[in-house]
């Protein structure tokens, strides 16, 4: 088995006149926790969004788990059965707001039901209970009926993670999961971005704008600047004058909290409770 859960080749992506990505090369393994930091603009959201076959480069190939999603400007005939074993997670708009939260996180099986059920929503009661173990896994098992708009954005990013555990994802793509979180609900999150990656074994792509969470949850980190990668490799060797290095007069974005609100710059002591197991 191909060891590899992403490989990227030469991706080039032009907007128009703007360049987002310059002939990135990147591999991750499967089952790495990885970083994907940069300034506003870096290109982080472009690539992870290539990664899931939401947008199409000019040059360059991306495989996931060893398949082809995209080559030379074209999708793969696999991106649907691809897209099934990915999990994106955004910062914004991950479920819809006008259904109970349990449907939502229902819809990571979708999947694997047939059509008829997806067009009723009728989940068998294997799914159903899969669903609540997510809930309760993420600690919202009590918003479970409630309206996805009701819930704050922690939680919903806490039911976006529990429609992953449902989809059974072997790679979580989570494109600043928590830009607009307060620290505490930061922390949670992340946690249980590296629960996932530890207990499921998938593999965890997060880009992030602070460095600090970087250094607390993500042993490697693939740095950005101007489409580029910049810097790939173990998290704690990115020292500040290398920080400095790269993001010059950016480096602020790098570090939006006060220090004291800042985790430790150390791995979590994770919850005991295994997770469930990818399918
Ligand atoms: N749909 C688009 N149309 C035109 N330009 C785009 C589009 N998406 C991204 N860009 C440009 O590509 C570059 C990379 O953007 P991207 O959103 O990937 O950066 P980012 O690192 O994710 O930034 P942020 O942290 O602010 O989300 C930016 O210059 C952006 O303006």
């Known amino acids: 088995m191909n060891d590899l859960a992403i490989e990227v ?3 080039h992506k032009q907007f128009g006149e703007k360049t987002a990505l310059r002939g ?6 499967r089952g790495e926790m990885v970083a994907l930091l940069g300034a506003s603009g870096s290109g982080k959201s472009t690539l992870l969004r290539h990664l899931s076959g939401l947008h199409v480069a000019h ?8 398949r082809e999603l995209q080559a030379n400007g074209k999708l793969s005939p696999q991106v649907r059965s691809l897209r ?3 999990a994106t997670i955004f910062q914004q708009f991950n479920l819809v707001e006008r259904l109970p939260v349990m449907t939502n996180v229902m819809a990571g099986a979708l999947h694997r039901l047939p059509l008829w059920r997806t067009l009723l929503r009728s989940f068998p009661a294997a ?3 899969r669903a609540h173990e997510a809930l309760c896994r993420v600690g919202i098992e009590a918003c479970a009926w409630q309206r996805a708009s009701t819930l704050s954005g922690g939680q919903q990013q806490r039911a976006a993670i529990s429609r992953a555990l449902v ?10 999961p928590i830009a607009s979180l307060d620290p505490s609900s930061s922390r949670r999150v992340m946690e249980l971005l590296a629960a996932v990656n530890r207990d499921v074994g998938a593999t965890v792509v997060v880009s992030l704008h602070q460095v600090d969470y970087a250094f607390a949850y993500c042993p490697r980190t693939v740095a950005l600047r101007g489409g580029e990668v910049v810097f790939d490799g173990p998290t704690n060797q990115l020292s500040m004058e290398r920080l400095q290095s790269l993001y010059g007069g950016q480096i602020d974005e790098l570090f939006p909290e006060p220090a004291h609100a800042r985790p430790a710059p150390r791995l979590p002591e994770l919850d005991a409770a295994p997770l469930m197991q990818a399918a």
Request: hydrophobic content about 40%; cysteine-free; glycine content about 10%.
């Open 167 to 176: 989809q059974g994802a072997k790679v979580v793509l989570a494109d600043e």
């Open 59 to 66: 040059r360059g190939s991306v495989k996931v788990l060893g």
């Open 24 to 29: 990135i090369d990147l591999q991750v393994r």
């Open 84 to 86: 099934a074993e990915i």
């Open 9 to 11: 080749t030469s991706l």
């Open 127 to 129: 799914e159903r209970e």
